[in-house]
């Protein structure tokens, strides 16, 4: 794995990390994240972490999106037993976790874009994780993760936030709720931001 990569995962890992270190390592719903929600989308980025972090494998890891097969975005194959090919079913870990695409560092947040703006919402219906979420803690957490946004190319991140993810069962289901409206486009693609 090349430095740029080893750097950008190791940020992200510090970004992230903040939110829940410990509560999804003793995941009171069993890891249904990785075991029972839809693959991943891919990011072009997190589509070169993955080629160096599993080069023999790769091409086998990545599939089209299933709804949008022409779309910028791919998504994580999954194994044939239906969970994340990545979980760990032994030992309920996940074997790229250094590595893992960005919707799975950002998750349970996730972003959408709705009457012209773009919003961090929280699955709060599902993730334990997301009702230890309130107040300044989010805020912190939000500021910290809007840096990330730009591993998303603008064309990636229009395409998830406005089509993508409404394809997902649990955005679908109405369990989400909105927390607070992200920085402008500018903030985000900016100069000095971290991309691949």
Request: hydrophobic content about 35%; aromatic content about 12%; glycine content about 4%.
């Amino acid at each position: 794995m090349n430095e740029v990569l080893i750097n950008l995962s190791t940020k992200s890992d510090r970004l992230c990390g903040c939110t829940a270190p410990f509560i999804c390592k003793h995941c009171p719903n069993n890891w249904e994240c990785c075991v029972c929600v839809e693959p991943p989308e891919l990011t072009a980025c997190d589509i070169q972490q993955l080629k160096a972090a599993v080069p023999d494998q790769w091409g086998d890891v990545i599939a089209n999106h299933p709804q949008y097969p022409d779309g910028p975005l791919k998504v994580l194959a999954r194994a044939s037993s239906g969970h994340c090919r990545f979980f760990n079913i032994n030992n309920s870990t996940c074997d790229i976790y250094p590595y893992r695409p960005l919707l799975c560092r950002l998750f349970p947040l996730d972003v959408c874009f709705d009457s012209g703006k773009y919003f961090w919402i929280v699955y709060h219906e599902f993730c334990s994780l997301a009702k230890t979420m309130h107040g300044k803690t989010v805020v912190r957490v939000l500021d910290q993760l809007e840096n990330l946004l730009a591993l998303f190319s603008e064309e990636e991140l229009s395409f998830y936030a406005t089509k993508a993810v409404r394809q997902f069962s649990l955005f679908r289901k109405g369990e989400w709720k909105k927390l607070a409206e992200m920085k402008s486009h500018n903030d985000i693609y900016g100069k000095g931001r971290t991309r691949c």
